[in-house]
């Protein structure tokens, strides 16, 4: 049985957890599905380095680099720009592109989030309307 990895860590994990027996591969696959349906182009995000972090003014390493919001994407529609570090998803902490990926595929297609990024050193919010 194969799965086409799309290079998400989220999926790696799920896929991991899966062979080591502790998760399934149904699992797996539905969170690579989930995380397609939302829109997430995993490649373009990654998760903030200390040195990212710095050389963008961010005091500590956190969040999810933008790298480049793809055209019509919820992302780009909210207002979502190339070097923007997502740092919050309602609320929630946003500490790796991983927990990204994951707090966004566990809401229904659709659903509107609060986005909290930081941008050109300051903090703002911006709500996003998930893709269907």
């Given at each position: 049985?194969?799965?086409?990895?799309?290079?998400?860590?989220?999926?790696?994990?799920?896929?991991?957890?899966?062979r080591n027996g502790r998760?399934?591969?149904?699992?797996?696959?539905?969170?690579?599905?989930?995380?397609?349906?939302?829109?997430?182009?995993?490649?373009?995000?990654?998760?903030?380095?200390?040195?990212?972090?710095?050389?963008?003014?961010?005091?500590?390493?956190?969040?999810?680099?933008?790298?480049?919001?793809?055209?019509?994407?919820?992302?780009?529609?909210?207002?979502?720009?190339?070097?923007?570090?997502?740092?919050?998803?309602?609320?929630?902490?946003?500490?790796?592109?991983?927990?990204?990926?994951?707090?966004?595929?566990?809401k229904p297609p659709e659903?509107?989030?609060?986005?909290?990024?930081?941008?050109?050193?300051?903090?703002?919010?911006?709500?996003?309307?998930?893709?269907?």
């Amino acid at each position: 049985m194969g799965l086409s990895i799309d290079g998400t860590p989220r999926l790696h994990n799920a896929i991991r957890r899966w062979r080591n027996g502790r998760g399934s591969y149904e699992q797996a696959a539905a969170a690579a599905r989930r995380l397609q349906a939302r829109g997430i182009q995993p490649d373009l995000l990654c998760t903030v380095t200390a040195e990212i972090a710095d050389s963008l003014g961010l005091k500590q390493a956190r969040g999810a680099l933008v790298d480049s919001p793809q055209d019509g994407s919820p992302a780009a529609k909210a207002g979502l720009k190339v070097d923007d570090i997502v740092v919050a998803i309602d609320g929630k902490a946003v500490t790796s592109k991983a927990e990204l990926g994951l707090a966004i595929a566990q809401k229904p297609p659709e659903s509107l989030i609060k986005v909290r990024y930081f941008r050109e050193g300051k903090e703002d919010t911006v709500d996003v309307t998930l893709a269907n």
